[in-house]
């Protein structure tokens, strides 16, 4: 009895850090980008929720408000004023992407987004892979930027309000960089390519990164091996209309001509 007792409780931590792997190598996302793009800025998703899929991560508040990352487990609003708040689990995002965090490969770069992108690109072996990416250090400069709260419905496509947002010139501040690379295939239900958002290490500044410079930066990437995804199940969501993407050759296979 005693070792049926070992033998199971062998399997079940097996189980258990198994379960902790994909945990950390799975992307979760909530919300579609296209829906949010297209003008669904109402926050239906609670931060409580997000955490128990990621400690790690960026998103969008409701109506607009800023931009949301989230860091070792908590999360940050910056808003349009330039104003960087804790957030409380109550909160809520209206999009947004988290993993639990834990890197596989660490390096050092130099330089500016541009020339850190590509040394990261030497890194990221599989064209169709999808990667968190943690850069920590001493930045010269960074371009930020938030939108403001936008409240009157119904809202209206997010490329016509670009003339509101607003840009934080960031000077000589530590910080960490969050986001990811994903690939071209989820475009749309995601984000394709690089998307960060920044915190300094202080937390009173923030936003969507835009451009930055740097002396020598922490290069943290985790290579995601699981995407997840959930969609809201609010009217609005239910019956927005996506932009039909034409797939001719999906279409001939499905009808059989």
Do not use: W
Not at 44 to 57: I, N, R, V
Not at 235 to 257: A, C, I, T
Request: hydrophobic residues 40%; proline residues 3%; positive net charge.
């Amino acid at each position: 009895m005693t070792h049926l007792k070992c033998l199971l409780t062998i399997v079940l931590l097996g189980l258990t850090f198994s379960l902790q792997a994909q945990k950390k190598n799975a992307l979760f996302q909530y919300g579609i980008a296209d829906a949010f793009v297209g003008g669904l800025f109402d926050a239906t998703y609670s931060l409580k929720e997000l955490k128990q899929h990621g400690d790690f991560g960026l998103g969008a508040p409701g109506q607009l408000d800023g931009e949301l990352t989230i860091v070792d487990g908590k999360a940050y609003q910056t808003q349009a004023n330039g104003k960087t708040t804790l957030l409380s689990d109550n909160f809520k995002t209206a999009l947004a992407f988290v993993t639990f965090f834990k890197a596989d490969t660490v390096f050092t770069a130099t330089g500016d987004n541009t020339a850190v992108f590509q040394q990261i690109d030497h890194y990221l072996k599989k064209k169709n892979g999808m990667y968190a990416i943690r850069i920590t250090g001493a930045f010269t400069q960074l371009k930020t930027r938030a939108f403001p709260a936008y409240t009157q419905k119904p809202y209206p496509p997010l490329a016509t309000l670009l003339n509101t947002q607003k840009f934080f010139d960031i000077k000589d501040t530590k910080g960490v960089l969050v986001g990811y690379k994903l690939p071209a295939y989820i475009n749309g239900v995601s984000i394709e390519g690089y998307h960060f958002h920044f915190l300094s290490d202080d937390r009173t500044q923030g936003g969507h990164l835009l451009n930055f410079a740097a002396g020598k930066l922490k290069i943290e990437i985790a290579e995601l091996r699981d995407f997840k995804l959930s969609v809201p199940d609010d009217s609005d969501f239910m019956n927005f209309e996506f932009k039909k993407k034409q797939n001719v050759d999906l279409e001939k296979v499905e009808k059989g001509h």
